[in-house]
């Protein structure tokens, strides 16, 4: 972290002259709680110790001028809607930048230089930590930090729907301004509302294995998984399977194909796996967390089918060491799984994953231990 920031705080004063303001927001995880937030359920998120970190400063000027470590390339913009810059990364920060003036918030041209250290592809949310440090940034420097949080995350959401292209949920951008050190959120996807619960793994480790594969599918396989839920939650007269159990789901099973039914089942089953991870945090047991999450794996790729064989593999390796918990992480079909590990068996467990993995497959995953830390927020003034 201290190197990225001296890093920016150096290239910001070559391009820019005097310093501006640090601010920051975090990649996420999500524990437990997947395919579960279109059908009304709960997630389970927290933010992760990586990070989108930029440097901003008032440029009064009526366009944005901003330049990306990562990437080498420097964007500049206007303010209007006919401004939209063509590089992708620079969309989002244009679109955070539209989204709060349709809000009525103000919004003036500024100069930025930005990095992070939050893995790319990898399935934690380097886009929505992107724009809720942007966000974050201009509530705090131009609206007196005026605009609430949740609008905040709900401006990051709104970019990827309008700039990007891409129609997510609140999860991400929710996980990255609202994550608390120590604690993951449990966020009702039909009510907004979320409680924080303690997340102190005394003992254990959280590790991200990236498989490094995505299977590109055709014909929109997350789509067909969602009408599959829509249909059956239609024939059971629920607007969303949040309100359906496995009694009403058994007693129309005759009437249904076995795809629908194994898919209903899957997020019946991830509903009642969320509270009960709640449960088990709060009484501190971190075994059972790990059941749940293995008993989620075996759901999502059964059930719901979105896992693969390279995931399908390091969750196998994980149980066959001893490991406390493993899961897909993330839509499927390739990205992470993520394990709860014993600080003993920490070492041996990603020496073996690395080795068995290359072994099959030809290469190596990469290895992210991360620990649940805060969300966005201002750093210092720059020196």
Same mark, same amino acid.
């Given at each position: 972290?201290?190197?990225?920031?001296?890093?920016?705080?150096?290239?910001?004063?070559?391009?820019?002259?005097?310093?501006?303001?640090?601010?920051?927001?975090?990649?996420?995880?999500?524990?437990?709680?997947?395919?579960?937030?279109?059908?009304g359920?709960?997630?389970?998120?927290? +933010?992760?110790?990586?990070?989108?970190? +930029?440097?901003?400063k008032?440029?009064?000027?009526?366009?944005?001028r901003?330049?990306?470590?990562?990437?080498?390339?420097? /964007?500049e913009?206007?303010?209007?809607?006919?401004?939209?810059?063509?590089?992708?990364?620079?969309?989002?920060?244009?679109?955070?930048?539209?989204?709060?003036?349709k809000?009525?918030?103000?919004?003036?041209?500024? =100069?930025?230089?930005?990095?992070?250290?939050?893995?790319l592809?990898?399935?934690?949310?380097?886009?929505a930590?992107?724009?809720?440090c942007?966000?974050f940034?201009?509530?705090?420097?131009?609206?007196?930090?005026?605009?609430?949080?949740?609008?905040? /995350?709900?401006?990051?959401?709104?970019?990827?729907?309008?700039? %990007?292209?891409?129609? %997510?949920g609140?999860?991400?951008?929710?996980?990255?301004?609202?994550?608390?050190?120590?604690?993951?959120?449990?966020?009702?996807?039909?009510?907004?509302?979320?409680?924080?619960?303690?997340?102190?793994?005394?003992?254990?480790?959280?590790?991200?294995?990236?498989?490094?594969?995505?299977?590109?599918?055709?014909?929109?396989?997350?789509?067909?998984?969602?009408e599959?839920?829509?249909r059956? +939650?239609?024939?059971?007269?629920?607007?969303?399977?949040?309100?359906?159990?496995?009694?009403n789901?058994?007693?129309?099973?005759?009437?249904?194909? /076995?795809?629908d039914?194994?898919? /209903?089942?899957?997020?019946?089953?991830?509903?009642?796996?969320?509270l009960?991870?709640?449960?088990?945090?709060?009484?501190?047991?971190?075994?059972?967390?790990?059941?749940?999450?293995?008993?989620?794996?075996?759901?999502?790729?059964?059930?719901?089918?979105?896992?693969?064989?390279?995931? =399908?593999?390091?969750?196998?390796?994980?149980?066959?060491?001893?490991?406390?918990?493993?899961?897909?992480?993330?839509?499927?079909?390739?990205? %992470?799984t993520?394990?709860?590990?014993?600080?003993?068996?920490?070492?041996?467990?990603?020496?073996? +994953?690395v080795?068995?993995?290359?072994?099959?497959?030809?290469?190596?995953?990469?290895?992210?231990?991360?620990v649940?830390? =805060?969300?966005?927020?201002?750093?210092?003034?720059?020196?």
């Amino acid at each position: 972290m201290e190197s990225m920031k001296a890093k920016i705080q150096k290239i910001f004063k070559e391009r820019f002259g005097e310093p501006g303001t640090l601010y920051a927001s975090a990649g996420r995880i999500n524990l437990i709680g997947e395919h579960t937030d279109y059908n009304g359920g709960f997630v389970f998120p927290g +933010a992760i110790d990586k990070v989108i970190m +930029a440097e901003i400063k008032p440029n009064g000027l009526d366009k944005v001028r901003v330049y990306s470590i990562d990437i080498n390339e420097y /964007a500049e913009f206007g303010l209007k809607e006919e401004d939209a810059p063509s590089q992708s990364w620079a969309r989002y920060i244009f679109g955070i930048c539209r989204e709060i003036q349709k809000r009525g918030g103000t919004v003036k041209g500024f =100069d930025a230089v930005f990095a992070g250290n939050v893995p790319l592809g990898a399935g934690l949310s380097s886009s929505a930590a992107l724009e809720s440090c942007f966000a974050f940034a201009l509530n705090d420097l131009y609206n007196s930090n005026s605009i609430d949080k949740f609008e905040l /995350a709900k401006i990051g959401q709104s970019t990827e729907h309008n700039y %990007c292209g891409v129609n %997510c949920g609140i999860m991400d951008q929710f996980a990255s301004v609202f994550g608390r050190k120590g604690n993951l959120m449990r966020l009702d996807c039909r009510s907004m509302e979320y409680e924080y619960f303690p997340f102190n793994p005394e003992g254990y480790k959280l590790v991200l294995v990236d498989s490094r594969v995505k299977h590109e599918l055709k014909d929109s396989p997350y789509n067909k998984r969602r009408e599959s839920c829509e249909r059956v +939650a239609k024939m059971l007269g629920v607007e969303t399977l949040r309100d359906a159990t496995m009694e009403n789901l058994n007693a129309i099973k005759g009437e249904i194909t /076995a795809e629908d039914y194994f898919r /209903a089942k899957f997020v019946i089953e991830e509903k009642q796996r969320v509270l009960d991870v709640c449960d088990a945090l709060n009484a501190g047991d971190y075994e059972t967390v790990g059941k749940k999450m293995y008993e989620t794996h075996e759901g999502l790729s059964k059930d719901y089918e979105v896992s693969c064989e390279e995931l =399908d593999f390091l969750n196998d390796v994980a149980k066959t060491l001893g490991v406390t918990g493993s899961r897909i992480m993330g839509g499927g079909f390739g990205g %992470c799984t993520i394990n709860l590990v014993k600080n003993d068996l920490h070492d041996d467990f990603i020496e073996v +994953a690395v080795r068995k993995f290359n072994e099959k497959y030809g290469h190596e995953p990469k290895i992210y231990d991360v620990v649940i830390s =805060d969300g966005a927020r201002k750093i210092e003034e720059a020196e």
